[in-house]
């Protein structure tokens, strides 16, 4: 589903962001892109979207080798939801979703109001405007907006931000239903514990580079000392980014 | 694509509409109209007061006697006081003039305006009033007054016997005021508030960040840019259309309509581009707003200033905005703009735009949350 070679990015002379990227994501997989601020997660989500050109390596996302990517077919494929809830606070949830819907083929678009219903949203809010809103309504009409084409391909960036627990646990558990249905999902996050309940590979990415790349249960296993307990993956995270959780 | 182009107008249609853009479309063309219909055109100033203190009679039966030919209009009658402190009082307005019978020689009395030649304007005004009696009426009075003043030479050639100016062409002076203002509203309208409401709309997407979605959609970017240039453009030949009906009336709106319209078009596109490219570009709306400050005051205050007013600015030929100005000014008044280098110069310079709106475009799609 995605495939990166020798994948590299500046922003400028003397500003690397990625120095040669190696990794593969098969499909139906759930994958994991763990790193601190500034380690080029956001950089490698940009480059497999289609946003950033310019890159060196070769990329091939849904069997399309990205630099050549033209067509509007790709993005009809994918989902992106972003780490911040962008949405048009004029409009409400329900014309949201029926604008950004209205650019895929109508046999590929799910119901809105199912899919808010899905997401436990209020339903009373449903026609009011997204700027009366709270961040966790807003995140599950963002949700919503890059699930609504039924995409192969779904990139999630913090999907958990801003939701309370119960919220979090529902938006997990959606996740792990569009991934028995055959969506490939690329999460990013700093949520460990998203991280270690949904993924089923991840890779940690410190300074441009994946520092390690495993599931989650045998980087917490190789991470494991002779005294401790069972380390968790944000012991992992630590050790191999040099970084705390932001 | 047709679906997807007519998706975003009606998206971009609902954020002008919660922007209150036609409102204010609406409320300029009602109160630039109001002010055309019942101000400008009427605006002329009235002829100036002219009071006489004349304890003995000599001249005022002579003086009201007179009714001056100023192009058909009767000029008021000279407002007789009796004292001369009533004629000081009445005069103390910078505006009217006093003329004084009393005593042996005639003097004119009027407080200055500040402005040398209206004041002599003003003395030549009041002597004109006793100008057309024979000589033995108070022609000798009307030298009296002009050698009063400082230049009695000069005042006296000001003196017209005869106010009435030639008009030229076929238009009513009414009809040119409605045409010359009309015009300039028009420019200013699409030159600033056009530029404005296509940036604050845009700016309004790129607070809410959803112009970064547009880059993860199915979506044209092109589409996306044509989308809010084709509602805007809309917008600007309805309101130059319906505020040239309105202030030109429907025949001699008609007549210039197709030219100005095309003129209106070429300004619209172009300042909705420079708005586009400005709002993406800049940060935030204050840093758009100095911007939109510096544009008013220092790009087309000298076309307004050389387009006018008598004031000689030797390169505003070229200045693009006085071009388009010119251009404006010239549709209405049915002299339309036929040279192919100007076309051709405003072809290049929305080409131009439109390549750096869609470079912003992209700038602002990678850009960081």
Known sequence: MIEVKNLTFSYGKDKQALHGLNFKVGKGEIFGFLGPNGSGKSTTQKILTGILKGYGGQVSVLGMDIAAVQSQEFFRQIGVLFEFPYLYTNLSALDNLNYFSSFYPSENVRDPEELLDMLEFKRGFLKKPVASYSKGMRQRVSMARALISNPKLLFLDEPTSGLDPSGAVLFRKIIEEERQKGTTVFLTTHNMVDADLLCDRVAFLSNGQIAALDTPRNLKEENRSIHSQESTLEDVFIRYTGRGLD | ?369
């Not at chain 2, 009658?77 to 004292?83: C, G, K, L, S």
């Not at chain 2, 409605?178 to 600033?192: K, S, W």
């Open chain 2, 1 to 369: 694509m047709t679906g997807m182009f007519f998706t975003l107008l009606k998206k971009d249609f609902r954020l002008m509409l919660s922007a209150r853009f036609f409102l204010l479309a609406a409320g300029s063309l009602v109160l630039y109209s109001c002010y055309i219909h019942f101000v400008y055109v009427s605006l002329d100033d009235k002829m100036y007061p002219v009071y006489c203190y004349d304890p003995a009679g000599i001249g005022t039966q002579a003086i009201n006697s007179i009714t001056a030919q100023d192009s058909g209009r009767t000029l008021p009658p000279v407002i007789n006081v009796n004292t001369k402190e009533e004629l000081a009082d009445a005069c103390s307005d910078g505006y009217s003039i006093g003329i004084d019978l009393s005593e042996k020689a005639p003097r004119i009395r009027m407080v200055s305006c500040g402005i040398d030649t209206i004041d002599h304007l003003r003395a030549a005004y009041a002597a004109s009033r006793i100008s057309t009696i024979g000589a033995g009426g108070p022609a000798p009075l009307r030298k009296a007054l002009l050698d009063s003043e400082d230049s009695p030479a000069e005042a006296d050639q000001a003196a017209p016997s005869n106010t009435g100016a030639a008009l030229i062409g076929k238009d009513s002076k009414e009809m040119k005021n409605r045409r010359e203002i009309t015009a300039e509203f028009l420019f200013f309208e699409l030159a600033a508030v056009g530029f404005l409401g296509l940036a604050a709309m845009l700016f309004k997407e790129k607070d809410m960040g959803v112009i970064r979605i547009h880059a993860v959609i199915p979506v044209q970017r092109n589409a996306f840019i044509l989308s809010k240039l084709g509602l805007i453009l809309l917008s600007d030949l309805v309101f130059s259309a319906m505020l040239t009906l309105i202030n030109l009336g429907a025949a001699e709106g008609l007549a210039v309509l197709p030219a100005v319209l095309m003129q209106a078009g070429i300004l619209s596109l172009l300042m909705a581009l420079a708005g586009f490219f400005c709002a993406i570009a800049l940060p935030d709306f204050k840093q758009f707003s100095l911007l939109y400050l510096v544009l008013a005051v220092f790009i087309t205050t000298p076309v307004f200033l050389a387009g006018q007013t008598g004031l000689e600015i030797g390169w505003i030929k070229y200045h693009p905005m006085y071009h388009l100005f010119l251009a404006m000014k010239n549709a209405y008044f049915r002299n339309p703009n036929t040279s192919p280098v100007y076309y051709a110069a405003c072809a290049c310079a929305v080409a131009l735009l439109y390549l750096l709106a869609g470079w912003g475009l992209r700038c602002e799609m990678k850009r960081e949350g």
